[in-house]
C-alpha cells in the first residue's frame, strides 16, 4: 500500500512535469537535443546538389574519383537513464523545497519528456551504492514507476559516491545513451569514472544547489549536524570571516566541479530549490538542439 502522501506528491508531479514536458519550446528542442544524438550509419551513396558538404565521406569519395556522402538514420527510440543521487545532503533544503523533492521533479521533467517521445526511461539512484536499478522502458506507467521508486525510496546509506552509478551506467547500457546525472556534487574522486562514463554515453550533469549553500544567516554560535556522516558541528555564524571563507570553499569546489564537466565536453545546467526549474532545463535543451544542428 502507497502512503498517502506518497499518492498525492505523485499525482502533483505527474501533472506539472507532464504538463512541462508537453510545452511547445521544451518538447521541440528535446526531439532536436536528444533525438538528435541518435543518428545510425545507413549507407554511402553519390553527391547529389543540395546535399550537406560535411557528410563527404573523403574516403569513399577518394576510392571512387566522385563525391560520395555517408547517409545516417535517426533511430527509432533512445534510452535516457536517470542516475539520481539521494544521499543524505539531498534532503537539505532552506526553503519550501528541499534538493531531494527538486531532484525528483527535474528527474519527472526529464523522464515524461522522453516518455512523449516514446524514448525508454530507467533509473539508477545512488548514494555511496547504488541504491535501486530500475531497468529501461517505455511508457507512462513506467515513467510513473521511476517517479514512484525515487519518492518511496528510503536510502541505506547516507553518503556520497557517484562511481557506483556511473559504473552500473556503464555495466548496464549497452548501446550509446542518454544520462542525466542529478546531484548537489558534494563529493570527490569520481572524475576519472565521468570522464570513462562519458566516453561512451552522452552525460548530462544537473547541478542542484540551495542559497543556503553560499549564504548561511547571521544567527550567532549554531549547531549544524553533517546529513552524511551525522556529525554535529558548530560553527560561529556570527562571524563575517567565518561566512565568508565558507562561501570561499563551496564556489571553489562548484567550480572546480563545473571546470571538469567543460573539460570533457559536457552539457550542464545548474537549478536552485529556491527558482523555478523550468527555464533552465528549457535552455539547456536549446543549447543542445542548436549544437546539433550545426
Known amino acids: 500500500m502507497i502512503p498517502k502522501e506518497i499518492l498525492k506528491a505523485l499525482r502533483k508531479i505527474e501533472i506539472t512535469s507532464s504538463r512541462l514536458a508537453n510545452e511547445q519550446q521544451l518538447s521541440g528542442n528535446y526531439k532536436s537535443a536528444i533525438l538528435g544524438q541518435g543518428l545510425a550509419f545507413q549507407e554511402v551513396r553519390p553527391y547529389q546538389a543540395g546535399d550537406d558538404v560535411r ?12 563525391a560520395f556522402i ?25 526553503t519550501a523545497m ?8 527535474v528527474a519527472a521533467l526529464c523522464a515524461f519528456s522522453a516518455i512523449s517521445h516514446n524514448d525508454r526511461v530507467g533509473l539508477i539512484a545512488t548514494s555511496d551504492v547504488v541504491e535501486k536499478l530500475v531497468p529501461p522502458q517505455k511508457g507512462k506507467k513506467h515513467g510513473m514507476r521511476v517517479l514512484r521508486e525515487i519518492l518511496e525510496l528510503e ?10 552509478g556511473l559504473e552500473t551506467l556503464m555495466h548496464v547500457a549497452k548501446r550509446r545513451t542518454i544520462a542525466f546525472l542529478i546531484s548537489d ?7 576519472r569514472t565521468l570522464a570513462l562514463a562519458s566516453a561512451r554515453h552522452d552525460i548530462i550533469p544537473i547541478f542542484l544547489t540551495d542559497p543556503r549553500d553560499l549564504e548561511l544567516p547571521n544567527v550567532g554560535l549554531a ?13 560561529d555564524t556570527s562571524s563575517k570571516k567565518v561566512r ?19 573539460k570533457l565536453g559536457l552539457d550542464t545546467v545548474t537549478v536552485s530549490t529556491a527558482e523555478p526549474y523550468f527555464r533552465p532545463l528549457r535552455d539547456l535543451f ?9
Open 55 to 66: 557528410t563527404i565521406d573523403w574516403n569513399v569519395s577518394a576510392r571512387m574519383n566522385e
Open 223 to 235: 549547531h549544524f549536524e553533517d546529513l552524511e556522516t551525522g556529525e554535529d558541528i558548530v560553527i
Open 185 to 191: 556534487f558534494m563529493t570527490e574522486g569520481y572524475e
Open 155 to 164: 536510502p541505506q546509506r547516507r553518503g556520497t559516491d557517484l562511481r557506483p
Open 286 to 294: 536549446a543549447r543542445r538542439a542548436k549544437k546539433v544542428s550545426r
Open 98 to 105: 528541499s534538493k531531494r523533492r527538486l531532484a525528483t521533479e
Open 70 to 94: 555517408k547517409v545516417f538514420s535517426e533511430e527509432r527510440e533512445m534510452t535516457v537513464m536517470l542516475i539520481v543521487d539521494v544521499s543524505k545532503s539531498e534532503l537539505f533544503g532552506s
Open 244 to 262: 565568508e571563507a565558507i562561501r570561499a570553499s563551496v564556489l571553489a569546489s562548484r567550480q572546480r566541479q563545473l571546470q571538469g564537466f567543460r
